[in-house]
C-alpha cells in the first residue's frame, strides 16, 4: 500500500486489507504523520458513518463557544431521568435526576460514549453550530443531521420494534440490518476517514480552535476507557491514544491519535462494516487495532 493511496489493491498484496478481510469486515483507512504530513489511505475519500465519532466535533465546538464566551463551561445542567436518551453507559443508564456542569457532561461523552450526555450538549450548542464549525475547517464531506435520540429513534422504526432493547435481537436478521437508515452515510451523521484524520491533526497542532481548547479536546480524549479497539494496537506502557469510538450494529469505528516517546505523532482513522450481525464482533474490534498499528508502522519506517 502507498503513502496517500486512495485505492483499495489486491488483498493478497495490501497487508491491511488481509487484516480486515481476517476479520470478516470491509474497512475504511487513513492515517496521516501530523508534523511531516505523509499519509496512507485505503478507501480513504468514501463516505462513512461517524456513529459516535461524530461527539469529537461537537466536543470542539462546544470549546469553541466557550472561547467565544457563548457559554460557560462550568455552568451547571439539570439532565432529568425521565426521556432521558437512552444507552448503556453514563447518565443514559444511570436511573436518577443529576446536575453537571457541561465540562462534565463532556467528559462522560467522550470517556464512556455517554449518548444522554452527548444530546444535552448537542442542543446547548446547536447543532448547524457544528456542521458551521465543520464548513470553516474545511471538512465538507462531514456533517452532523441528527443527535443520539433521533438517530436511536430511527432503528426501533426501521427494525420495527418498540424500543432500544429490543433492536439487538431485531438486527440479528440480515434483511433488518440492511434497511437502517442510520447505517447509510447519505442518511446518518457522516464523513471520511481522511477528513477525520484532518480534523484531529488540527487538533493537535492547536489549529481547530484556541491553543486551551484543543488541549482540553485532546485531555478528554486520552481519557476514554476502551482499550479493544485503537488501543490494542499499541500495547506499551511509552506510547500514548487517544480516540473516540463509534458503535452501530454491524459497525466498529475508532478515530484517534498515537503519540509515540520519540515525538512522534499520527492521526488515524479507521471504520468497519461486518458481514456478521452479531452484537459482540472482537475480531472486528482487534482489527481495528492491528490495521492502524501496520500504517502507522509504514509510516514510521520513514522517520
Request: net charge neutral; aromatic share 4%; hydrophobic share 45%.
Amino acid at each position: 500500500m502507498n503513502p496517500a493511496t486512495n485505492s483499495a489493491t489486491n488483498p493478497a498484496t495490501n497487508p491491511v486489507e488481509r487484516v480486515f478481510r481476517n476479520a470478516g469486515v470491509t474497512g475504511w483507512l487513513h492515517a496521516v504523520d501530523i508534523d511531516s504530513g505523509r499519509e496512507v489511505g485505503l478507501r480513504a475519500d468514501e463516505p462513512v458513518v461517524l456513529a459516535s465519532v461524530f461527539k469529537v466535533p461537537l466536543l470542539l465546538e462546544l470549546h469553541r463557544q466557550a472561547e467565544r464566551g457563548l457559554l460557560d463551561l462550568a455552568e451547571r445542567v439539570r439532565v432529568p431521568a425521565a426521556d432521558r436518551t437512552g444507552g448503556g453507559t453514563g447518565l443514559a443508564a444511570m436511573l436518577d435526576d443529576a446536575t453537571l456542569s457541561l465540562r462534565d457532561l463532556a467528559y462522560l461523552m467522550m470517556a464512556v460514549s455517554d449518548n444522554a450526555a452527548a444530546d444535552v450538549l448537542l442542543a446547548r450548542v446547536g447543532r448547524e453550530a457544528v456542521n458551521t464549525l465543520l464548513d470553516g475547517l474545511g471538512l465538507t464531506a462531514s456533517r452532523v443531521v441528527h443527535d443520539c435520540r433521533d438517530m436511536l429513534t430511527s432503528l426501533w422504526v426501521d427494525a420495527g420494534v418498540a424500543d432500544q432493547a429490543a433492536v439487538t435481537q431485531a438486527c440479528a436478521d440480515p434483511e433488518v440490518v440492511a434497511r437502517l437508515r442510520a447505517l447509510d452515510p447519505a442518511r446518518s451523521n457522516r464523513s471520511t476517514p481522511r477528513e477525520m484524520t484532518r480534523l484531529l491533526a488540527m487538533i493537535w497542532r492547536d489549529e481547530a480552535a484556541g491553543g486551551a481548547s484543543c488541549a482540553a479536546v485532546r485531555r478528554l480524549m486520552a481519557l476514554q476507557v476502551w482499550p479493544h479497539r485503537l488501543a490494542s494496537g499499541f500495547p506499551f506502557d511509552d506510547v500514548a491514544v487517544s480516540g473516540k469510538t463509534g458503535t452501530l450494529p454491524t459497525l466498529r469505528n475508532e478515530v484517534g491519535v498515537v503519540e509515540y516517546p520519540d515525538g512522534g505523532r499520527y492521526a488515524v482513522a479507521v471504520f468497519t462494516r461486518s458481514l456478521s450481525t452479531a452484537q459482540n464482533q472482537p475480531r472486528a474490534d482487534a482489527a481495528i487495532g492491528t490495521a492502524a498499528r501496520t500504517v502507522i508502522d509504514q509510516l514510521r519506517t520513514h522517520i
